[in-house]
């Protein structure tokens, strides 16, 4: 749609879903805006970000669902299970919402160990104890040996929304905002990809996989008007700046020399070809409001440990009918990030 | 647990996760009750059934999920897409709850063909219209050529519950209740076979898939003191009886010549070695109520396309802690119904 040049989801090319169709991407936006986006027109459309927003008698919550099918089920940092709840505990959390209910479908593929299954359910249940919410209905389903990878899960989740507090969205995001991140990015990608193509680096890296309700809870809790969440998952901090830029309808500028990224993760990404701006994280967001929040909004980010690494890294500086985001280089230069149009890595959650 | 002889999960024939396992019999009741059940011990556990009953501020709601995985995606009377809408409001319908929203979690599988996977999500739109639901809030992963089956659908639904109407719940259920079915049982799983196996029956059998709310909503707007309701999905009539009258720690009586089968649906399943009471239905479900309600209720199902081959099928005769369903046949003679411990047909939703 913005790009009105670029191969229709018809085009004789991709007549079959290939893996850029999951990668979050320019082809993922596409396959969502042409075939799957009609599937959700109606009255509660408008709000719908990383959760709908919807009315339940004289309450209101939020709703959000997500498939996971990582890829390896255990990595450094975290497993399936671990990612299953809290994927879906930060997409509430992004909505403002006070994560309550989760459900958990699980497919199973025959032969998948029954020991595997158990690890990932106790760290499935683990998480949901220590992220505040229940789990409270579920469904499973067997496919053939070769019909799955081992297991894939989906959790929904359900939120109540503080009364008062207007709409946590990119349409209200003003000229002026500053762009907060809450950590350093590029850990969960570097982290999968290292599981999964068994590479010893030379240090540790874990994924950063983290709840991040009880920051927004903080934030909410002291009254910081906060304009927009995003956590910045698949396609990394800079589909998600894209992505929102172009909701709102504004130009964001960030300057990457304020990026926090650990230097070990930064190195072994460059060395395996991988832009960490684009690189999947599980536990940091993105975080738009009124620049003079911004220094009360650091502080209480930093009160967590979850969020010691919090930056101030850009500011919304105009308003941009199909969106922009510029990337400033530490000699002062600027470069236009663009969608992806493949993907860099799939199957990060 | 109701039969300690039989063998343990972790016995060495399954250490590993098998197709019986989701067959809706006896091993994946123990998957569940060792494994899986766990997860979900939590406050609202008590009233799990096809939906949790959680509250939310003044408000109380039924959440259910489920994943579909069918095979294949399309059949005679549906579609894989159909399956997912309907399958999640009848699971809400069960809880005598009003199906109000759902979110899909699509796993697309690389090469299905993106016409396909447009025809499904026509499906689902259109299904979802016409039940009166709001498909709100959704989620696409895509995997690798030979990591899937084409396309998996997990759905989760959020309904609203009636002040004042007592749990529907095996609990509810007392001694001399009246078993109602609201159709005719075993269509789905043919269809499913039939579509699977190229079968040319003689005739034209569609499977039963339907919505089922609206028979419940006339049954609580005409103020019918519901007790339980089940539908009739995998292990098909006896899994959900067996299941109820173990959970209730109830006798069931149920008398074959009062099942309605269509004749050839009877004939095509004897044919392939299957047996109806254990074969899964989309489109009816079995009704615990007073003795002296059943005629009403019974005319009140009549009334609608989806219930004119309701009957009464049997009653509830006494307590039995461990549960028993036994089935009279037109002989007069009973033999009781035990879970399957494998399954019979797999990959039915």
Redesign the interface.
């Known amino acids: 749609m913005d790009d009105p040049t670029s191969c229709s989801?018809?085009h004789s090319d991709?007549?079959?879903?290939?893996?850029?169709?999951?990668?979050g991407g320019r082809l993922?936006q596409q396959?969502?805006e042409t075939?799957?986006g009609?599937?959700?027109r109606?009255?509660?459309?408008e709000l719908?970000h990383d959760?709908?927003i919807?009315p339940?008698?004289?309450?209101r919550?939020a709703?959000?669902?997500?498939?996971?099918?990582v890829k390896p089920l255990f990595f450094n940092g975290g497993d399936i299970g671990k990612i299953a709840v809290l994927g879906t505990v930060n997409d509430l959390a992004m909505a403002g919402a006070q994560p309550?209910?989760l459900?958990?479908?699980?497919?199973?593929?025959?032969?998948?160990?029954?020991?595997d299954?158990?690890r990932i359910?106790m760290s499935?249940?683990r998480t949901a104890k220590a992220a505040g919410v229940?789990?409270?209905?579920?469904?499973?389903?067997?496919?053939?040996h070769?019909?799955?990878?081992g297991l894939?899960i989906?959790t929904?989740g359900?939120g109540?929304l503080r009364a008062g507090i207007p709409p946590i969205h990119p349409k209200a995001i003003a000229v002026g905002d500053a762009v907060l991140i809450s950590g350093d990015i590029g850990r969960h990608g570097l982290a999968i990809l290292a599981a999964r193509e068994h590479l010893s680096l030379e240090s540790d890296i874990q994924s950063d996989l983290r709840d991040l309700s009880r920051m927004v809870r903080a934030l909410l809790d002291a009254g910081i008007p906060i304009h927009c969440l995003r956590d910045l998952t698949r396609g990394g901090l800079a589909s998600a700046l894209i992505e929102i830029a172009e909701t709102a309808g504004v130009q964001v500028v960030i300057e990457d020399t304020e990026i926090p990224i650990n230097p070990e993760v930064e190195e072994a990404l460059e060395l395996l070809g991988f832009d960490p701006l684009f690189v999947a994280n599980e536990g940091c967001f993105a975080l738009f409001l009124a620049a003079k929040e911004a220094p009360r909004a650091l502080e209480i980010l930093k009160l967590h440990p979850e969020g010691v690494d919090a930056r101030l890294i850009g500011s919304v500086t105009g308003l941009k009918p199909q969106g922009q985001v510029l990337a400033r280089t530490a000699f002062g230069t600027e470069r236009m990030l663009t969608r992806l149009s493949g993907e860099q890595l799939?199957?990060i959650c």
Do not use: W
Not at 134 to 144: A, I, S, Y
């Open positions: 989801l018809h991709y007549n079959r879903v290939v893996m850029a169709h999951g990668g993922m396959l969502i075939l799957i009609p599937l959700f109606n009255p509660h459309q719908c959760s709908a919807v339940l008698g004289q309450e919550l709703f959000t669902t997500d498939s996971f099918v309550l209910y459900s958990v479908g699980l497919i199973l593929e025959e032969g998948l160990p029954l020991q299954l158990e359910l499935m249940a229940h789990l409270v209905t579920g469904d499973t389903k067997v496919v053939e070769g019909s799955g990878d894939y989906n929904s359900i109540s799939p199957r």
